[in-house]
């Protein structure tokens, strides 16, 4: 049995941000492609926790940070073996200056 996949509010929030930019910029159809792919990403994490690579950028912070990518986003997580999770903390633009991905909620 695979690990729960949990969304903090913060990358909620980032994911409806990214959904209302390109339904705004581009169309409705385009934002929910985006987001259910990147949805469906994160959920495959449940069966293979580690398969993204630890994120360099984050590596000073207690939590084993790791990384996949689905698109141009950078869904930013860690294994919360206490809980039994996965914890998904962000979702990222790789177009972005790499350094942003250090801010804090």
Not at 27 to 36: N, R, T
Not at 50 to 55: C, K, L, R, V, W
């Amino acid at each position: 049995m695979g690990l729960i996949i949990y969304w903090t509010d913060f990358a909620k929030k980032e994911l409806k941000n990214i959904f209302d930019y390109h339904k705004e910029k581009v169309s409705l159809k385009i934002a929910k492609q985006i987001a259910k792919q990147v949805v469906e990403k994160a959920n495959c994490l449940s069966s293979f926790p580690e398969i993204g690579p630890i994120e360099q950028l984050l590596k000073e912070r207690p939590q084993n940070f790791r990384h996949i990518v689905s698109t141009n986003y950078k869904i930013v997580y860690w294994i919360n073996n206490d809980k039994n999770r996965v914890e998904i903390v962000d979702i990222f633009d790789t177009r972005q200056n790499p350094e942003k991905i250090t801010r804090k909620k």
